[in-house]
Protein backbone atom coordinates (compact mmCIF):
# COMPACT_ATOMS: atom_id res chain seq x y z
CA UNK A 1 0.00 0.00 0.00
CA UNK A 2 1.66 3.34 -0.89
CA UNK A 3 1.84 6.22 1.48
CA UNK A 4 1.59 9.75 0.83
CA UNK A 5 2.65 12.65 2.18
CA UNK A 6 1.54 16.10 1.41
CA UNK A 7 2.91 19.17 2.80
CA UNK A 8 2.08 17.90 6.18
CA UNK A 9 2.33 19.84 9.38
CA UNK A 10 1.20 19.18 12.77
CA UNK A 11 1.33 21.38 15.69
CA UNK A 12 0.23 21.16 19.50
CA UNK A 13 -1.18 24.31 20.51
CA UNK A 14 1.73 26.64 20.18
CA UNK A 15 4.07 23.87 19.96
CA UNK A 16 4.78 23.38 15.99
CA UNK A 17 6.45 19.63 15.57
CA UNK A 18 6.41 18.44 12.37
CA UNK A 19 6.78 21.63 9.10
CA UNK A 20 5.64 20.71 5.70
CA UNK A 21 7.11 17.13 5.32
CA UNK A 22 6.38 15.70 1.91
CA UNK A 23 7.23 12.18 0.91
CA UNK A 24 5.81 8.84 -0.97
CA UNK A 25 6.26 5.63 0.36
CA UNK A 26 5.76 2.71 -2.01
CA UNK A 27 4.03 -0.19 -1.81
CA UNK A 28 6.19 -2.62 0.10
CA UNK A 29 9.06 -0.45 0.48
CA UNK A 30 10.64 0.11 4.01
CA UNK A 31 11.73 3.11 5.41
CA UNK A 32 13.22 4.37 8.76
CA UNK A 33 13.05 7.60 10.51
CA UNK A 34 15.82 8.48 12.33
CA UNK A 35 16.23 11.99 13.86
CA UNK A 36 16.55 13.18 17.81
CA UNK A 37 14.25 12.36 20.62
CA UNK A 38 11.62 14.78 20.35
CA UNK A 39 11.99 15.81 16.71
CA UNK A 40 8.11 13.96 15.45
CA UNK A 41 8.91 11.02 14.19
CA UNK A 42 6.20 9.14 16.55
CA UNK A 43 4.16 11.65 15.62
CA UNK A 44 4.12 11.14 11.92
CA UNK A 45 3.77 7.59 12.54
CA UNK A 46 0.95 7.92 14.61
CA UNK A 47 -0.66 10.05 11.61
CA UNK A 48 -0.08 7.08 9.30
CA UNK A 49 -2.25 4.90 12.02
CA UNK A 50 -4.92 7.55 12.48
CA UNK A 51 -4.45 7.93 16.04
CA UNK A 52 -3.54 11.49 15.04
CA UNK A 53 -4.56 14.43 13.07
CA UNK A 54 -2.46 16.67 10.46
CA UNK A 55 -2.64 20.00 11.49
CA UNK A 56 -1.98 21.04 7.38
CA UNK A 57 -1.77 19.06 4.47
CA UNK A 58 -3.01 15.46 3.83
CA UNK A 59 -1.84 11.78 4.55
CA UNK A 60 -2.97 9.28 2.59
CA UNK A 61 -2.96 5.68 2.17
CA UNK A 62 -3.66 4.08 -1.50
CA UNK A 63 -4.85 7.54 -2.29
CA UNK A 64 -7.29 7.51 0.71
CA UNK A 65 -7.22 10.32 3.13
CA UNK A 66 -6.40 8.67 6.86
CA UNK A 67 -8.39 9.49 9.12
CA UNK A 68 -9.22 6.77 12.02
CA UNK A 69 -7.21 3.82 12.70
CA UNK A 70 -7.80 0.94 10.38
CA UNK A 71 -6.72 -2.91 10.33
CA UNK A 72 -4.57 -2.85 7.32
CA UNK A 73 -2.41 -0.82 9.69
CA UNK A 74 -0.98 -1.60 12.11
CA UNK A 75 1.32 -0.17 15.09
CA UNK A 76 3.99 -1.93 16.62
CA UNK A 77 5.38 -0.23 19.72
CA UNK A 78 8.20 -0.22 22.25
CA UNK A 79 6.35 -1.67 24.38
CA UNK A 80 4.70 -5.11 23.71
CA UNK A 81 1.21 -3.88 24.68
CA UNK A 82 -0.14 -7.87 25.34
CA UNK A 83 -2.85 -8.70 28.00
CA UNK A 84 -1.34 -9.31 31.19
CA UNK A 85 -4.59 -11.31 31.88
CA UNK A 86 -4.28 -13.32 28.18
CA UNK A 87 -1.90 -16.40 27.29
CA UNK A 88 0.31 -15.76 24.26
CA UNK A 89 -2.19 -17.70 21.88
CA UNK A 90 -5.35 -15.25 23.40
CA UNK A 91 -3.01 -11.98 22.92
CA UNK A 92 -2.33 -13.27 19.37
CA UNK A 93 -5.56 -14.41 18.28
CA UNK A 94 -7.25 -11.27 19.53
CA UNK A 95 -5.99 -9.75 16.39
CA UNK A 96 -8.68 -12.07 14.29
CA UNK A 97 -11.21 -12.07 16.93
CA UNK A 98 -11.89 -7.98 16.59
CA UNK A 99 -12.13 -8.81 12.70
CA UNK A 100 -14.83 -11.81 14.11
CA UNK A 101 -13.05 -14.32 13.26
CA UNK A 102 -14.55 -17.37 14.65
CA UNK A 103 -12.28 -17.96 17.80
CA UNK A 104 -11.79 -21.64 17.36
CA UNK A 105 -9.66 -20.25 13.61
CA UNK A 106 -8.74 -17.28 15.50
CA UNK A 107 -6.70 -19.39 17.72
CA UNK A 108 -5.44 -22.16 15.41
CA UNK A 109 -3.79 -18.86 13.33
CA UNK A 110 -2.21 -17.89 16.46
CA UNK A 111 -0.70 -21.25 16.93
CA UNK A 112 0.69 -20.60 13.39
CA UNK A 113 1.86 -17.60 14.02
CA UNK A 114 3.88 -18.40 17.49
CA UNK A 115 5.74 -20.96 15.86
CA UNK A 116 6.78 -18.94 13.07
CA UNK A 117 8.63 -16.46 15.48
CA UNK A 118 9.48 -19.12 17.32
CA UNK A 119 7.46 -19.30 20.25
CA UNK A 120 6.33 -22.83 19.71
CA UNK A 121 5.22 -24.60 23.05
CA UNK A 122 4.81 -21.37 24.92
CA UNK A 123 1.22 -20.75 23.63
CA UNK A 124 -0.62 -21.57 27.23
CA UNK A 125 1.87 -19.07 29.16
CA UNK A 126 0.92 -15.49 30.17
CA UNK A 127 2.94 -12.57 29.65
CA UNK A 128 4.67 -12.15 32.92
CA UNK A 129 6.55 -15.80 32.36
CA UNK A 130 8.18 -15.11 29.73
CA UNK A 131 11.11 -12.69 28.42
CA UNK A 132 11.01 -9.66 27.16
CA UNK A 133 12.53 -11.02 24.03
CA UNK A 134 9.32 -13.78 24.19
CA UNK A 135 7.15 -10.97 24.72
CA UNK A 136 8.08 -9.01 21.80
CA UNK A 137 8.19 -11.96 19.16
CA UNK A 138 4.53 -12.02 20.38
CA UNK A 139 3.53 -8.88 19.37
CA UNK A 140 5.07 -9.38 16.52
CA UNK A 141 3.31 -12.41 15.84
CA UNK A 142 0.06 -10.54 16.64
CA UNK A 143 0.86 -7.53 14.23
CA UNK A 144 1.07 -9.87 11.44
CA UNK A 145 -1.66 -12.14 11.75
CA UNK A 146 -3.74 -9.93 10.35
CA UNK A 147 -1.42 -9.60 7.12
CA UNK A 148 -1.85 -6.04 7.42
CA UNK A 149 -0.93 -4.05 4.27
CA UNK A 150 0.75 -1.58 6.32
CA UNK A 151 3.66 -2.21 9.54
CA UNK A 152 4.29 0.85 11.64
CA UNK A 153 7.36 0.66 13.65
CA UNK A 154 7.82 3.18 16.66
CA UNK A 155 11.05 1.42 18.30
CA UNK A 156 10.04 -2.31 18.01
CA UNK A 157 13.07 -3.41 20.05
CA UNK A 158 14.58 -0.35 21.95
CA UNK A 159 13.85 -2.01 25.24
CA UNK A 160 15.48 -5.20 24.71
CA UNK A 161 19.04 -5.97 25.43
CA UNK A 162 21.86 -6.14 22.28
CA UNK A 163 21.89 -9.73 21.66
CA UNK A 164 18.36 -9.96 21.71
CA UNK A 165 17.83 -6.72 20.09
CA UNK A 166 19.63 -7.85 16.86
CA UNK A 167 17.87 -11.42 16.90
CA UNK A 168 14.79 -9.74 16.78
CA UNK A 169 15.81 -7.23 13.62
CA UNK A 170 16.52 -10.87 12.08
CA UNK A 171 13.36 -12.10 12.77
CA UNK A 172 11.18 -8.91 11.70
CA UNK A 173 13.22 -9.11 8.61
CA UNK A 174 12.32 -12.27 7.63
CA UNK A 175 8.74 -11.98 8.06
CA UNK A 176 8.81 -8.67 6.03
CA UNK A 177 10.25 -10.72 3.17
CA UNK A 178 7.57 -13.02 3.29
CA UNK A 179 4.84 -11.27 3.53
CA UNK A 180 5.89 -7.63 1.84
CA UNK A 181 4.22 -4.79 3.73
CA UNK A 182 4.63 -1.02 3.60
CA UNK A 183 6.74 -0.51 6.41
CA UNK A 184 7.56 2.75 8.37
CA UNK A 185 10.35 1.86 10.98
CA UNK A 186 11.16 5.01 13.69
CA UNK A 187 14.42 3.78 15.62
CA UNK A 188 16.81 5.88 17.38
CA UNK A 189 19.42 2.81 16.50
CA UNK A 190 21.55 3.96 13.30
CA UNK A 191 22.71 0.53 12.74
CA UNK A 192 18.94 -0.95 12.55
CA UNK A 193 17.64 1.62 10.35
CA UNK A 194 20.72 0.35 8.00
CA UNK A 195 19.85 -2.92 8.36
CA UNK A 196 16.42 -2.99 7.73
CA UNK A 197 15.31 -0.35 5.63
CA UNK A 198 15.38 0.44 1.77
CA UNK A 199 15.58 4.17 2.88
CA UNK A 200 16.52 6.20 5.92
CA UNK A 201 15.41 9.61 6.19
CA UNK A 202 17.10 11.79 8.98
CA UNK A 203 15.30 14.18 10.52
CA UNK A 204 16.41 17.74 11.72
CA UNK A 205 15.24 19.17 15.55
CA UNK A 206 11.50 19.92 16.44
CA UNK A 207 10.05 20.85 13.70
CA UNK A 208 11.26 17.96 12.14
CA UNK A 209 12.48 18.41 8.38
CA UNK A 210 13.87 16.03 6.68
CA UNK A 211 17.95 17.02 6.63
CA UNK A 212 18.90 14.42 3.96
CA UNK A 213 17.60 10.96 2.50
CA UNK A 214 20.11 7.77 2.16
CA UNK A 215 18.67 5.11 -0.64
CA UNK A 216 20.11 1.74 0.47
CA UNK A 217 17.82 -0.38 -2.19
CA UNK A 218 16.55 -3.60 -1.93
CA UNK A 219 19.84 -5.26 -1.52
CA UNK A 220 20.34 -8.44 0.61
CA UNK A 221 22.10 -7.19 3.61
CA UNK A 222 23.61 -8.53 6.59
CA UNK A 223 24.25 -7.68 10.57
CA UNK A 224 27.71 -6.61 8.97
CA UNK A 225 26.78 -3.28 7.77
CA UNK A 226 30.72 -2.80 6.65
CA UNK A 227 29.25 -1.86 3.25
CA UNK A 228 27.68 1.06 4.48
CA UNK A 229 30.43 2.39 6.77
CA UNK A 230 30.52 5.96 4.72
CA UNK A 231 26.87 6.17 4.69
CA UNK A 232 26.39 5.29 8.90
CA UNK A 233 29.04 8.29 9.55
CA UNK A 234 27.23 10.56 7.47
CA UNK A 235 24.05 9.80 9.45
CA UNK A 236 25.62 9.81 12.69
CA UNK A 237 26.95 13.18 11.36
CA UNK A 238 24.37 14.71 10.71
CA UNK A 239 22.56 13.89 14.19
CA UNK A 240 25.40 15.02 15.65
CA UNK A 241 27.69 12.59 16.78
CA UNK A 242 30.79 12.73 16.51
CA UNK A 243 32.46 9.29 14.99
CA UNK A 244 35.95 10.47 14.48
CA UNK A 245 36.84 8.32 17.57
CA UNK A 246 34.74 5.40 17.13
CA UNK A 247 36.33 2.18 15.39
CA UNK A 248 33.30 1.75 13.94
CA UNK A 249 34.11 4.24 10.94
CA UNK A 250 37.16 1.98 9.33
CA UNK A 251 36.01 -1.47 10.38
CA UNK A 252 32.19 -1.00 11.63
CA UNK A 253 31.46 -3.59 14.57
CA UNK A 254 28.65 -5.75 13.37
CA UNK A 255 25.14 -3.75 14.88
CA UNK A 256 27.03 -1.97 17.60
CA UNK A 257 23.49 -0.79 18.45
CA UNK A 258 24.75 3.54 18.08
CA UNK A 259 21.82 5.50 18.69
CA UNK A 260 21.38 8.88 18.78
Not at 217 to 224: A, F, N, S
Amino acid sequence: MQLQFEKVTKSFGDLNVIEAFDNTIADGEIVALVGPSGCGKSTLLHMVAGLQQATGGSVRAAGQPVEKPAPERTLVFQEHALYPWMTLEENVALALEFQDQPAKEARAKARQWLSRVKLGGFEGYYPHQVSGGMRQRCALARAFIARPKVLLLDEPFGALDALTRMTLQSVLKELIEEERPTVVLVTHDVDEALYLADRVLVFSQRPARVLKEFTLGHIPKTHDLTAFADIRCEVLALLGIDTKDDPGTESPIPNKGVTA
